[in-house]
């Protein structure tokens, strides 16, 4: 795999960690009534959605990495 798919790969886990972290309160019971269902909901959600960052600087780590091996081919 090139640095730019990677970095494509990368981007799209970033959006499914923030879209996995909304389903994942929903479905985990964080709008549930008991408040330790809630919690754990919550806190499971904010885990998964703690991912996405990380995705991102990587994405942008390869974005640049591709970026620069593209200006090496057209330099040589």
């Given at each position: 795999m090139d640095n730019r798919s990677i970095s494509n790969l990368l981007?799209?886990?970033?959006?499914?960690?923030?879209?996995?972290?909304?389903?994942?309160?929903?479905?985990?019971?964080?709008?549930?009534?008991?408040?330790?269902?809630?919690?754990?909901g919550e806190r499971f959600g904010i885990f998964v959605g703690l991912w996405a960052p990380t995705f991102f600087i990587l994405a942008n780590r390869y974005n640049r990495a591709a970026l620069e091996d593209g200006r090496k081919i057209f330099e040589n």
């Open positions: 981007t799209i886990a970033g959006f499914a960690s923030i879209l996995g972290s909304i389903a994942i309160w929903a479905a985990q019971g964080g709008q549930d009534k008991d408040a330790e269902t809630r919690a754990h």
